[in-house]
């Protein structure tokens, strides 16, 4: 693990008006340059996986990172818990590969699952070792 911040606070409530002028101003007014990371990502952590190949888990519960920076990070280990913290409109992980550390400037990669399940003609599939699309409704099961 490379990266983690935490302790922003969590979110309380939603409102749909007040979090979608916040998502517009974040889209398309946050400068890396002076803004703080943590009001679009929340608490999150940043692991290495190869060079040039990081992926970041964001919107962690506050005090719920359980790595350390230097860490090695296995499959399967608990890192922290799902949670609403910044630009979120209700409890989830945001989870994106990217191409170096810095969450404020990296461009995204594509990211091939072990296995998942989509959506096709009325009932779910089974896909392994596949990426999924931006119009794929998918899930995963354990």
């Not at 409102?15 to 679009?40: G, M, R």
């Not at 913290?85 to 461009?107: R, V, W």
Request: net charge negative; aromatic share 10%.
């Amino acid at each position: 693990m490379v990266q983690a911040k935490d302790g922003y606070k969590e979110r309380s409530r939603t409102n749909i008006f007040s979090d979608t002028l916040n998502a517009y101003k974040n889209a398309h007014y946050f400068d890396p340059e002076k803004d703080d990371e943590q009001l679009v990502a929340g608490n999150y952590i940043i692991i290495k996986y190869d060079d040039g190949v990081y992926a970041a888990l964001c919107h962690l519960q506050n005090s719920s990172i359980q790595v350390s920076i230097g860490q090695n990070v296995k499959k399967g280990e608990l890192i922290g818990r799902v949670g609403h913290s910044g630009n979120s409109y209700a409890p989830h992980l945001h989870f994106q590969l990217m191409d170096c550390e810095d969450i404020k400037t990296a461009n995204g990669l594509p990211c091939a699952f072990e296995q998942y399940e989509i959506y096709q003609e009325k009932g779910w599939k089974t896909i392994s070792n596949g990426i999924p699309t931006d119009k794929d409704k998918i899930r995963f099961q354990q």
